[in-house]
Every structure is written in C-alpha cells, then in structure tokens.
C-alpha cells in the first residue's frame, strides 16, 4: 500500500496525475477541491458556507477540510491513498501526520510537481471536466476526440469551474504561495520529498511519479 501526496499550485496537473494513478494502480484519489465542489452542488449548509471562498480563490478552513478527510480515512479501505490538493497548509498537514498514524499507516512519498508560473493561466482557463466520471480535459492540450463528449464515459456534460479564470487564479496562486508553497520545506526535512517537472507532457510526468512511486 501506497500513500502519496501531490503538491503543486492550481493547474499543475494534479488532478490530472491521480485519475492515472487510480485507473493504473487502484489507488483512493482524495480530492478535498472535489469533496468541496460536491458539498456545493449538493446544497449542504457547509457547501454554501464554503462557495464564494472558493470562487474567490480563497483557502476554506482547516477545520472543515481536515474534517473531510477524516471522515474518508477513517471510514473506508483503500490500495493506498493520493492526497490531491490536500494538505494546503502547515496545520492540515501537522493533521494528516496524527490521522494516518491513528489508521497505522503512513506517508510514502510528496511530489513536489514544479511548473512555470506563466503556464498556469493558460492551463486553468482552458480546463473543463466530465461532471460525470471527473475526466480532465484542456481545450488546446487535450480536448476530447469527439466534441462534447467524454473520452472516458460517452457522458455530454462537460463543464468548467467557476473558480477558473484569470483574476481567482491569481488569489488562488498567492494563498498557494503564502499557505501552501512552505510545505515543500517542511516534507523536505521530514525526508519525504520528491520533484517532477510538471511542464513535461502529461506522459512523461506520469512516467517520473511512478519511477518515485516503485522506488
Ligand atoms: P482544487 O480543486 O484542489 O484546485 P487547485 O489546487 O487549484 O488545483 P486545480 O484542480 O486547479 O489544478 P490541478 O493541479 O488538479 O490541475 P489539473 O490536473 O486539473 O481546489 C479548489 C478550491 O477548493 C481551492 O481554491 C480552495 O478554495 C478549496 N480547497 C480545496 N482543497 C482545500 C484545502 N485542502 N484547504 C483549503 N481549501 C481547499 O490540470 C489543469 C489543466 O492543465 C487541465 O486542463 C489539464 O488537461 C492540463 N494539464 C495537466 N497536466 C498537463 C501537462 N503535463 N501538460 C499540458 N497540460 C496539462
């Protein structure tokens, strides 16, 4: 069993990276940005309380995200975790270390995925996903075969993300690099850090995580 966390700023392709890691290897991703947008969509008290922080870009409280994944760690079996987006700051992550030790498991590997800045806009403002199978897509980089129809499950609702453009990018960025971005010291001297260049083509990233991953 592996666990691994994927740590990047918003369009680095992490996403992208744990929906290969779930189809190749069976592995749980652990979506908080996921879990956030699925509270919305149903309604909940939490969901709305969290939206307009979302949609600005903001980072929601670490009580409700460590909340969430608490629920899925303590409540399901898995062939390893891939923590998505999750942890963004130095409290969930202190949180992360003291529940997979109540579960008896532990951290495998972080990823640091490095991208340019500059190919960020670009990357998010060109995002759309399947609402129904959450297969990833980019309107330049890959677009789907036929139009308008998921690649992976035939489904035609494909949409895009209210927090994807260019001004809650740039909120979203700065809470990355103020709340975030110290996260990569802090698994550094833990000794569990790796890098990938996350501007590589989306094979060749794939192809350095599970060179890290069968390490
Ligand atoms: P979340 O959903 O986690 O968004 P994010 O971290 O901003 O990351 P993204 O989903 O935007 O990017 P990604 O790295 O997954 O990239 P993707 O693979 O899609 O969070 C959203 C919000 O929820 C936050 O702003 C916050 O409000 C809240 N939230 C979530 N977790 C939280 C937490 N723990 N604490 C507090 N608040 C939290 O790829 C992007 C695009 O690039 C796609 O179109 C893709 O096709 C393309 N692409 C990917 N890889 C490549 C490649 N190698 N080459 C070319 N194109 C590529």
Redesign the pocket.
Known sequence: MTNVILL???????????KRLVDERGMTQL????M??AARSSGSEMGLK?AA??DA??????EI?IGLIREKLESGESNGYIF??????LG?ADALGALLDQIGQKLDAVIS?QVDDSALVR??T????CANCGA???DE??PTKVDGVCDSCGSTNLVR?A??NEESLRH?LM?YYKKTSPLIGYYYAKGDLSSVD?????ED?AGAIKDILDR
């Open positions: 990047g700023p918003p369009g680095a392709g992490k996403g992208t990276q744990a979506s908080t940005g996921d956030l947008r969290v922080v979302m870009g903001g980072l929601v409280t670490d995200v998505d987006g999750f942890p963004r700051t969930q995925m990357r998010v060109g995002r759309y996903t990833v897509y980019h980089t890959h993300r927090d994807d979203r809470e996350a501007l590589a083509k989306v990233v």
